[in-house]
């Protein structure tokens, strides 16, 4: 099978009711927001409340679209949203291998790989969106 020539994702800036963010721990990039890959046929949306629930086991609803980030090199377009989380408990995956929800300011320094810090810190100031963001 040959893989796709572009790849959309969609990940989400979830929030709690004590106004915490809920992170995943990768194996492979450590604390991020989860996200993944779209489905042929899917929403961005469906796709963003999927991942959530794959990954960490929080079940959400979408609040609003945030903006976008694009790698043009590598032909990704990651699409962002805030939701808040609705259900479900932290649960681990093959995905993550720790889950929770922290102060924002903990989970910023936290979130160390490329530019996912920079995705969540626009989809939290509403001034920046909608926003696109190429690299």
Do not use: Y
């Not at 479900?88 to 530019?115: C, H, R």
């Amino acid at each position: 099978m040959e893989p796709p020539k572009h790849i959309v994702s969609a990940a989400s800036v979830i929030r709690n009711d004590k106004n915490e963010i809920l992170l995943i721990k990768g194996p492979k990039r450590g604390w991020e927001m989860p996200g993944g890959q779209v489905e042929e046929g899917e929403s961005l949306q469906d796709a963003a409340i999927r991942e959530t629930k794959e990954e960490s086991g929080i079940d959400v609803e979408i609040i609003q679209f945030c903006g976008i980030f694009q790698n043009v090199n590598r032909s990704i377009c990651n699409t962002l949203f805030l939701a808040k989380a609705v259900g479900g408990q932290p649960t681990t995956s093959p995905e993550s291998l720790e889950v929770g929800f922290f102060p924002v300011d903990q989970a910023l320094k936290m979130v160390t790989w490329g530019n996912f810090r920079e995705r969540i810190e626009h989809c939290l100031n509403h001034e920046k969106q909608p926003f696109l963001v190429t690299f």
